[in-house]
C-alpha cells in the first residue's frame, strides 16, 4: 500500500480595521491600498486543514469544506497549488532522496467553527490554513511573509491571517506582486486586553461578492481615489501608532471612519453597493450612545462586505459595551451577541 502524508493546521479569522478594497491586478490580487487587520484569537473564529497527498489518490486535487465537495479548477485555488508544488519540487530536485509529493495529488479538508457565507472573512483564514497546511506537509522552509504571497492570491485578505495580533498588508509596488505581503505591527500580546463581538444581523451568503463590488468601485466611484490615495496612506500611519501606543481613543476612531469610507465608496459606485442594513444602523447609532454616555470613545464599529457588526473595545469596558449591546439590542429579533465568537442569528 502507497504511504499517505500529512499535515494540518488553523487559521484564524481577521477583521480589517483599515479596508482593503480595490485591486489593481485582479489576477494575483494586488490591491490599490494597503490595509491593517486585527487577527482573532484561534479559539474564536478558525479554520482547520489537513493536507495530504499520495501517489495512491486519485488523479484529481480535491478539497472538501466542512463535508462538502469544492471546485478546485478555479485560478485563485490553482495559483496556490503551483506555488506550492513549484517550492516543493525545488527541494526535490536539490535532494532526490526526498518523496516526490509534488507529483501527488492532494486531498484537503477544511472546517470552519464558524457559518461560512455569514461575510465572517471566511475565505481569508481559509486560504490562510489552506496555503500553510500544504506548506507543512510539503516541509517547506517558507516564513510566514513567503506564505503571504502564496495566500494573497487565493484570497486578499488571506494573507493577513498568516500572522498573529495586528497585521498590516502591504499593496507593494511590484508587477509581479513580491512585494505585496503582510507584516505584524505587533503581536496580540503587545495589547492584550483588545476585545470583539461579532453581532451577526444575517448570516445569509451576501449579495455582491467582494471581488465583482471592488471591481465596480474602481470603475465607476469618484470618491475612490482619494480614498485609495490620499485617505487611506494617511490613515496606515495613524492606525500603526495607535497600535504601538495603545491608544484606543485613536484606534476606534481611525477605525469607525475607515469603515463609513468603505462603505461611501460602496453607495458611490454605479450600481450603489449596499452592505449595511437598518440593523447595521442602529448598531452604529449604539456604539455613538456607548460612547457618548463614557463621555470617550471605548467602542468602535466596523463592517466588511456585509451587515455584520464587528465591535472592538477593551476588555475593562466589557460591561458598558458587550453588557449594553446585549441590553439595548439582545432582546431585539435578528440579533445575537456572543463575545468573540459568531452565533448565527435570525435574518433581519
Ligand atoms: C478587508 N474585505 O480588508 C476587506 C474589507 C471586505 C471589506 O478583504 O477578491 O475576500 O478574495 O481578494 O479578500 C474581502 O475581500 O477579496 C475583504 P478577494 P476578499 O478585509
Known sequence: MSEIYRAS???????AVIKYWGKRDPKLNLPTNSSLSVTLSQNDLRTHTTASCSPSYPSEDTLLLNG???????????????????????????DGSLPKLSSYPLK??????????AGLASSAAGFAALVRAIANLYELPASPTDLSRIARQGSGSACRSLFG???????????????????????ASHWPNMRAIILVVS?????????????????TSSLFSARANETVP????????AVQNKDFESFAKTTMVDSNSFHATCLDTYPPIFYLNDVSR?????????NAAAGKIIAAYTFDA????????????????AGLFKVALGEKEGWAVQRGEAVQANSA
Do not use: H
Open 9 to 15: 493546521t488553523t487559521a484564524p479569522v481577521n477583521i
Open 68 to 94: 462538502s465537495p469544492q471546485d478546485v479548477s478555479g485560478a485563485r485555488t490553482q495559483a496556490c497549488f503551483r506555488e506550492l508544488r513549484a517550492l516543493r519540487k525545488e527541494l526535490e530536485d536539490k
Open 108 to 117: 484537503i479538508v477544511s472546517e470552519n467553527n464558524f457559518p461560512t457565507a
Open 165 to 187: 495580533g495586528y497585521v498590516g498588508w502591504e499593496q507593494g509596488t511590484a508587477q509581479d506582486g513580491s512585494d505585496s505581503v503582510a507584516f505584524q505591527v505587533a503581536p
Open 203 to 219: 448570516a445569509a451568503k451576501k449579495g455582491v461578492s467582494s471581488t465583482t463590488g471592488m471591481q465596480t468601485t474602481v470603475a
Open 234 to 241: 494617511r490613515r496606515m500611519k495613524e492606525m500603526q501608532e
Open 282 to 290: 442602529a448598531a452604529i447609532k449604539v456604539v455613538e450612545a456607548i
Open 306 to 321: 456585509g451587515p455584520n457588526a464587528v465591535i472592538y473595545y477593551l476588555e475593562e469596558n466589557e460591561k458598558d459595551v
